[in-house]
């Protein structure tokens, strides 16, 4: 065995690699609450040609679509000749066209992927047609993850308890030595970790790569751990099971140092020595896919800009105000209600409605986020409803629970099934014809729909314990109408329309709900908003100070519901008298709307178009059917973020693929509204993005593959695709494919902001998170509106866009 | 009324899915088929309830092979199957209709259906033989949709084993024959059981149905085809896999007659419901766990066939199948099934006093009931007592409930069955301390599910207990051997 020579070590180096390894693991967030997240947040502030060289060096993990997708772009017209010169020149390689357009002929072989001791036993101990080295190691180590997070027990850590458990592991046994092996390791897991690294010889300086490349070797694992430690240290403290996680693979390691035999060992040094000369072949061979991807890229960039220009003059005096969320499925229904009647108005604004919102639903234990994942919670919300309802609720979930419980109990599932067996046969009937529902929804669960319908949910007290509260309110309604840019609203009517998707059996239903909302749908926040200015002490407050001049401005909460198009409004009985006309009038522009959406959307879903009390049946199946796939396309093919007035690009077709956020830069003159828009729905916007790109490029490791193999782990974690694997993460084929062709073009995220180019610096510059987005991650583009001239941001400055 | 019209009513039945497995747009016109199997399974269970027709038609008065079986337990089963295939079908339909390979697995799906029709219907052995293996083959590329290797090991696995099934079916039938005993099942079961021929049937029956209804240890391809999409799983698991109960079921007079078959199925039977049921309790993802679950109500259900509980058997056979479809096809819910449980508190675990009780109470009923001659009731009871004790008030309705219901739908199976044998109190003995003992198991891992005996346990259930590794490893060198 040769031994690296190695320097003295601090002790704290080894903690620094780690802490560095395990920080590259993008957290993910369990199903019920599931946001997208971009699955290389980790890499931030690296140039993402390089952290695409690195993902591809350490896993074999693909960034960029293959060759194949961009030739058929190209051909497409979706990008032109010129487009791929631009880019190249953009690039700044040193290629001639010539060699661009042959590497775009080319598929080339993936590029080499540097060797861990796994890998290396693979290639000699693995046998065609029997589970390989790997199949063995997954195998044992996802099962006995997912049970830990199933039944965590109250004391204990995950790498010591999964020793114990592999002593007794029969493969593990068959390899002489390994076992002993095992037991002579630390018991800290980062202590583990180091001894692994020094005993099998990687050097010092390639301990955090290798760190990197056994954990993203069991990326989904990783993930789930890291959403742990994420929620940990938001909270002030840690988590130790991603370092856990890093040691079990480590042990796996030396498992096969052990298992190898001295060949193994012989040839190990020679495959860390050739380490630095795979990372070099993997930013060589993924620069070309850059320049093909950027190509593209402007592609889109060149149409976008096209239909920005020419807005359609919306009337003066507006008779409907609607507040819809940034997602691009609000763009297809604002365009719609538009395009019913100009004296519409709508407006784009994170669909949590200003409120960071922790939701405590009526006799639930626990209160539930309702803001976007990054933040953390500020306000409470409550169900108002009648005396003594949170007890019945629970006492008939309880009850059901004790037939689960008797069902679940290792032998009360004999005496349960037959005799309760033969009453499946007609929920078996009665839910293939969607009739019923397989299981109530959760919001609803343990309540008649009567009783559903009534509960209200409310902002809880605003201020604190000792403070003023009608005051407190006043403020909150202030600051988030100022926010909204919705001071001096005038009309007798605005709607806030949070979104939701309304499916069942569908373990991954929030990746179809709200992202601002924490996967799930904007209802509570807009209600809960919609009340709060409704409160007349909240409204004398506003009136008062004129940030409401008219007293008929009505606030009301609805529910666009993007798979049936169909938008529901709330608390209608808590209205002022003299609203009913205005009411109606709105519920027939949204039906009107509806219909226009549906139409639209048909035929991206494989849905006749014409008919469309037909299209809206099709629809509200799609929504109450218990096999159903793909409700919808959610956000797929997202690629942009407009953030603009309105008024600057209303009735462009956008074709449900931006984001789109009001800003008006004349009524943010200090740039606080800026800042806070490029911070957070940006920043938003772009995870949404890169999870549909990283799940559509590498769908085995950042996407979660077919969902009709998805079995959900652990009450919810995640899922895994067929018998075991590693847990899976990111979106299931079904969001991104259409069984033949891929519907969603993986573009990184177009940033479009009007406002001043130096108040969008200085937020660039004031910002390293935004800096480092700007850098490549996403595209920056500022717009101006009196002249409509684009300027990109380009290596630290501006430059025009065309150049 | 005549048998003639009767057995081609029956017989429409998967000459109507055979034609929708051959029609240009199968997802159209398969559920429409499944359900015509329910209309005619549920007529026929009504013609034959009331007397109206015999056990046996014959769908071609010159041909033996062609006697149809008619009896309400086949009709049952019949309507039963087709059930679930409704639903598998219609669930289908929507979760593959992006599939490229979506049309094949209607295909494959209807063809499947017909197989077990034609296993159902089949009165002469051979036939059902035949049938059984067209099953396994038409059931095959649903294994194999999801192009995995997980997925082709799990089915090469199920390939290899069920036609050991059958070839050892086969070659019992042909040593039955030769002993002069007749082949089709209506005839064996009313032989003499002092017939030589008689033993023969039955332990190659037992030993086909051992090797093909997915016990210890030869489940190891069940729990892995949760890498089939999920309705194949509920069709796999609620329609297929338990066939064999109905073929025992047939022969009961010969397994009744046969004490080295009975004893076999106790044995197989009991082990594999407490590994089952103890392996499925800690299975952290839902169709895993409900994989094995059905392992251990397979065993269950042999266990029953060996107590010679015929009628609980078939009870058993149409109720898990229900139970199990319906379980798999929702298995997508879980997430809303986790969010339910924030409005109730979770279940204490039950403390070492409460279990001792329950397995004590359990103990000393059994011991009761089989000592004052009602040996029928000695495992039901313990098995409730072992179920709702630990656990204490907050089950106890449930398991009231559940009693009660066993009682009653036993009551029902038992009038569509008659003359079937006591069972053997030294049978119902073992069966209910096997039973005590795996209880005891599970209640001291979950007394202190930190303790040293819970961390010893775990993982190696977790492992399924690597009872499925001899049997997969033997398969797997058996193919290497056959590719090289």
Redesign the interface.
Known sequence: MTRHPLLPRQPSSLAAAIEAATSRIAPAWP??SSIAVDPWWGFVGTPLPLVGARLAALAGLRSTPPRAWFREQLRRGAFSDDDLRAALAESGAPWSMDAVRGALALDPPAPPVRATLGSLLAARWD?????GWR?RMVENVS??F??W???R????EPFG?WR??AR???FLGRFPGVRAALGALPDAPDAAVGQVAEQVGVPEAQREAWFTALLLDLNGWAAACAHRRFVARQQGGDDGDLTALLAVRAAWELAAWHAGGPELRAAWPDAVAAWPAIDRDALASTRVDWVLQRAAERGYERGLRHRLRAPAAPAAAPVLEVVACIDVRSEVLRRALEAEDPRIRTRGFAGFFGLPLAYT?L????AEPRLPGPLAPRLRAVDRAAPGLADR??RR??????????R??????????????????S???S???GWTR?????GT??LTAGEAAAIRPRLDRVAPPDGDEPAARAALARSVLSAMGMTGARTPLVVLLGHGAST????L??GLACGACQGRSGEVNARALAALLREPAVRSALAADGTLPSPDTTFVAGLHDTVTDEVSLFDLDELPPGREAALRAAQAWFAAAGRRARAERAPRL?LPAHDDARLRDALRRRST??????PEWGLADNAALVIAPRSAFRGADLAGRAFLHDYDADADPDGAVLELLLTAPMVVAHWINAQYHASTVEPRRFGSG???????????VGV?E????DLRIGLPL?SVH???AWRHTPLRLLVVVAAPAGAIERVVRAHPTVAALADGWVHLRQWDLATGRWQAWRDGRWVDADG | MSSLPLAWSALSVPLALAACAAAPRPWRVAPLGAAWGVVVGLGLAATALTGGAPAVASAWPDLPAAAVRIDAPTALVSAMVHVVGFAVLRFSRTALRDDPRGERAARAVCATLVGVSGFVLADHLVVSVLAWTAVGLAVHPLLTHADRPGARRAAREKFVVGRLAELALLAGLAAAAGLGAPLRASALAALPPDHPAVPVVALAAVAAVVLRTAVVPFHGWLVRVTEAPTPVSALLHAGVVNLGGLLLLRLAPAIDATPAARWLLVGVGVTTAVVGGLVAAVRPSVKSALAWSTVGQMGFLLLECGLSAWPLALLHLLAHSCYKAHAFLTAGSAVDHAAARRYAAAPPSPGPARGALAVAAAAGFAALALAVGAGAVALPGALILLATLPRGARTAPAGLAVAGGWAVAGGVADQLLVGHAAPDPAAVAVAVAAFVVGAAAALAREAAPDGAFARRAQPALLAGLWLDRPVSAAVATLSARARS
Request: charged share 20%; glycine share 16%; hydrophobic share 40%.
């Open positions: 199903l019920a046998r065609p047609g029997a589970p199949d099962p006995w997912a049970a997070f199933d039944r027990p109250a004391a204990g308890r114990e458990a007794t592991d029969p639903p006799g639930a234990s626990g609720r629970q979930v309880a009850s059901g629970g004790a037939w689960r419980e008797l679940r109990s290792p032998l009360g599932a004999f005496p349960y099934v037959e005799a309760m067996g033969l009453g499946y046969a929920r078996l009937v839910d293939a014809l397989p299981a109530p929804p959760p669960v343990g069942v059996n569908n373990p239903a929030a494989g059917d218990w096999g159903e796939v793909r077919d969902k009709v193999l998805h079995d959900v782990v652990a009450g919810g895994f067929g018998d075991g694997g079904q259409d069984g033949r």
